[in-house]
């Protein structure tokens, strides 16, 4: 039955082809997905930390929004 071991012999050969090629398509490092977290500043009036492109800046300060803006000196 030399017909028979050859076709086990060829499917053995493609059943490791196609592990290979499947783990060689899969990635080895999932990718996190990285969340940009701004810097975050300190609101000079009540001293939470928000966001800096959420925070309102006067000068070289900054708040957390418009009515401790007003409040401020
Ligand atoms: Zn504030």
Not at 44 to 66: F, I, M, S, W
């Amino acid at each position: 039955m030399f017909g028979i071991r050859v076709l086990f012999y060829l499917v053995g050969i493609a059943l490791v082809i196609w592990i290979l090629s499947r783990l060689a398509k899969t990635p080895r490092v999932k990718q996190k997905p990285v969340k940009q977290v701004g810097s975050m500043v300190r609101c000079a009036h009540c001293g939470t930390h928000v966001p800096l492109n959420e925070a309102l800046q006067v000068k070289d300060r900054y708040y957390c929004c418009r009515a401790h803006r007003d409040e401020a000196p």
